[in-house]
């Protein structure tokens, strides 16, 4: 299927961490990196009930291109730099990313 360049998709990526602040800083430090890939950030909104976990949205025009980010050994060696303990992705547009990684967004009704 080829994705028009003008649709706008939402990833949210779910991160379990050992300490939110270390990993803020390095997700930061990545937004020039994910740029070559086409992503741009969007908010990241922290659980209230572990201030460990996050919910992470990314917005790109070309999804097949923003995939390629999160298989580069940049992104791997981030992560791990990062403590990424656990990673969940949801795509608003409920289509595959990385092959099981990911997980369809439900409205609440």
């Given amino acids: 299927m ?3 360049q003008h649709f706008l998709h939402h990833l949210f990526i779910r991160v379990q961490v050992p300490d939110f602040g270390a990993w803020y800083r390095e997700h930061k430090r990545q937004s020039r990196a994910r740029a070559k890939y086409g992503l741009s950030d969007g908010p990241v909104y922290r659980e209230l009930e572990n201030p460990n976990a996050a919910m992470v ?3 790109t025009n070309d999804l097949p291109k923003a995939i390629q980010w999160f298989r580069t050994a940049e992104f791997r060696e981030a992560m791990l730099r990062a403590g990424v303990q656990e990673r969940e992705f949801y795509d608003t547009a409920s289509r595959e990313i990385l092959n099981g990684n990911h997980r369809r967004a ?3 009704k």
Avoid: G, I, S
Wanted: no cysteine; hydrophobic share 35%.
């Fill in 57 to 59: 949205q990314l917005n």
């Fill in 106 to 108: 439900v409205r609440a």
């Fill in 2 to 4: 080829k994705y028009r």
